[in-house]
């Protein structure tokens, strides 16, 4: 597809769901709530008609396994999809209620009113539940959305954007709440970037080179999902028994993900003593370790490299010199998204969770549970790693934004 | 100066303010708020210097009339800004306690906890307090903050970030936290725009052209703060004599802010008995109003430019066909800053706040009450018209972002 209809149908659709987006903002949220449950019953009608697409999609795919299983959609894993929509409706409306309430001097009294943003545009690669997922938390919030999936999800992508269009339909609101890109085209990418005024908020959910190429082009706001080069530090105050649980959860329970520690750093205080456990217990799961000079003196293994978020089954391993050790490596080394300490003593802990700029800071839980679901949040549609707007799993309630009713009593300003 | 040593002073300043935000961050509210009262005893004992410096500024410049008294400074003005710094710190701590706590079913405790933003640029024009009162909300939210003020006020500037790092050694912070471009250059905007990793917030104040290019431009994250086009409805449930003061003080108390009204809107129903009215009194003001062909047909004026956001003596009016015809045309011709409606009917009062985009609604108020002081944040570093992280007047709490500290009792993920 050439530019020149791609920003044209990219101009028309955004009208469209900037439209569509104020009647959702405006509708009561049983409404909101009721589309859900009916996307989700569209996508469990849908299901042969999904599994179908998935397989052309799986069909013409020649990459790795991994990614592979990423993009394949099985029964239970549709059924899945589904549920995730159903809880997104149960959860509160996040457009409900004042913020906050105060009564000027004056008389005023001033309302901070939660809002959608408007025009979400959200571009995602691989996982085709991930279209689910965001319609359901752009629906539940009020906000429109344009959906650009990757062109190896495409007929899995557009399958499942059927099912949400006829849940929404069935429900009574426009289909034109959630669209998708008409190709896969990586020129739509950049019409999306560049749609100042029509796309209030860009998404991106997928490799390093996609999301930052997102954060070099766009002309619109980004919430974006950079690195996740997490720690487990585990400190002389730890429960040995503790640490190692959480540790293997932490590296070994899925290693692709984002919430995955990276980076294992170990009190010098108990470095020798512990250290050949942790090792042995995460090489029995099939970790690759890899230590510092440190902690190579005390275990055999290869060279860490402390900035690389490996995403596989490979751990760094540090040893530092307790509380100020870890916050200092972290602060080096560390990409702001998930750290957790291991320890029994409540006051380290405080300093460490004051001490790190994470977006989430875990005491004595495995750093996995940096996840929408986990948080409660139903689902997420990213994991934020900016600094404004919003920290951490982005479920509904982040994406909406506030405004201010004033009212008076014929105040004039003096 | 050159770009390369621009580049190499604001890195360097963005490490040194980093560090210093860190610290500020960390501090206790106490310690911030005496930093806060240091500042302003620092800048009335300074009056005499900044009124010298100021006097260099003001014999330099050649502009008009109204931009030159912006520019000024006199006693007054100066023991203004000091007092602002002062209520800056009588504000209660936006870093302090929890923002949400809760519970999830396998024990983990989820605190969402305010944090500072980081690092942030401020790029502003003319008015030289607007240096002190960025700099007192920076402070108070635990924000360093890099200040680039125009050439027109630059010796005022200096003078008045002399006497800030003065107060902020007094409290014992960093002056770091606190600092201000060397050079008026505009390519220091630019590396500012550039500084992606050292700055985390840019917030550009000033007129259309600086604000349209640092949003073209800019490679980092804008609160920016455009058009204050703004509206005000008067409805046939309208209180006459309450409508008629509102309006003179929307549109006339100060011509010049972003809160005055652009535009006049009058419902059909009752154009033809009040429009000369309103119209009579604006008149008396010195204001010139211009209709379209509906209030043409009422009293006789030039034409209206709905689009138009003067902030002069000039008014637009449009009759409308009641609220619906209202909304409509705020729709259509508004920038989404404040709108306010005049009416006794809370049914329409309140169908009028749903039913317009605008980061401040108000109902039987003046549009010029959109002001961070009159809202009760002690000063505003702008007024937010994006639709993410803030909108409306952005005081202390609105620098701040969010992380969340998960306490657990070694739970796992299954």
């Given at each position: 597809m050439l530019a020149e209809p791609i920003d044209s149908w990219l101009r028309n659709a955004c009208r469209e769901a900037r439209d569509a987006g104020r009647q959702l903002a405006q509708a009561p949220a049983r409404q909101r709530d009721a589309a859900l449950v009916a996307v989700a019953g569209a996508i469990r009608r849908h299901r042969e008609a999904i599994m179908m697409a998935n397989a052309q999609d799986i069909a013409a795919y020649s990459g790795t396994d991994a990614f592979r299983d990423r993009l394949l959609l099985t029964e239970p894993r549709i059924e899945a999809m589904a549920a995730g929509v159903e809880i997104v409706a149960g959860l509160?409306?996040?457009?409900?209620?004042?913020l906050a309430e105060w009564e000027r001097p004056n008389g005023l009294v001033i309302r901070r009113v939660p809002q959608p943003i408007g025009v979400i545009g959200m571009i995602y690669e691989s996982r085709p539940n991930v279209g689910a997922d965001a319609a359901a938390i752009c629906l539940k919030s009020g906000n429109a959305v344009i959906l650009r999936g990757g062109s190896e999800s495409q007929h899995s992508a557009r399958a499942i954007h059927e099912a949400i269009s006829e849940g929404l339909q069935e429900a009574g609101l426009p289909g034109s709440c959630v669209q998708i890109a008409p190709?896969?085209?990586r020129e739509f990418v950049a019409a999306m970037l560049r749609a100042t005024g029509m796309i209030d908020l860009i998404i991106p959910r997928g490799g390093k080179s996609l999301v930052e190429r997102v954060q070099r082009e766009a002309r619109v706001a980004v919430l974006a999902h950079a690195e996740g080069l997490n720690h487990t530090y585990v400190d002389r105050g730890a429960d040995l028994a503790m640490a190692r649980t959480i540790l293997a959860n932490a590296k070994m329970?899925?290693?692709?993900?984002?919430?995955?520690?990276e980076t294992l750093l170990i009190d010098g205080a108990v470095a020798e003593a512990w250290l050949p456990v942790l090792v042995g217990d995460l090489r029995a799961l099939g970790c690759d370790c890899r230590g510092d000079e440190r902690a190579r003196a005390i275990v055999a293994m290869g060279e860490a490299e402390f900035d690389t978020e490996w995403l596989d089954a490979v751990i760094s391993v540090g040893v530092v010199d307790g509380l100020e050790g870890a916050l200092a490596h972290i602060g080096r080394?560390?990409?702001?998204h998930t750290d957790a300490i291991v320890t029994e003593d409540a006051e380290v802990a405080g300093r460490f969770l004051a001490g790190i700029d994470s977006a989430v800071g875990m005491w004595n839980a495995s750093t996995q549970f940096c996840d929408g679901g986990e948080f409660g949040f139903g689902a997420e549609i990213g994991i934020a790693t900016g600094r404004v707007h919003a920290r951490g799993p982005v479920g509904p309630a982040q994406l909406t934004t506030f405004r201010y009713h004033v009212v008076g009593t014929g105040q004039v300003r003096p």
């Open positions: 509160p409306d996040p457009l409900g209620g004042a190709t896969t085209d329970r899925r290693t692709g993900v984002c919430g995955a520690t080394y560390g990409s702001s």
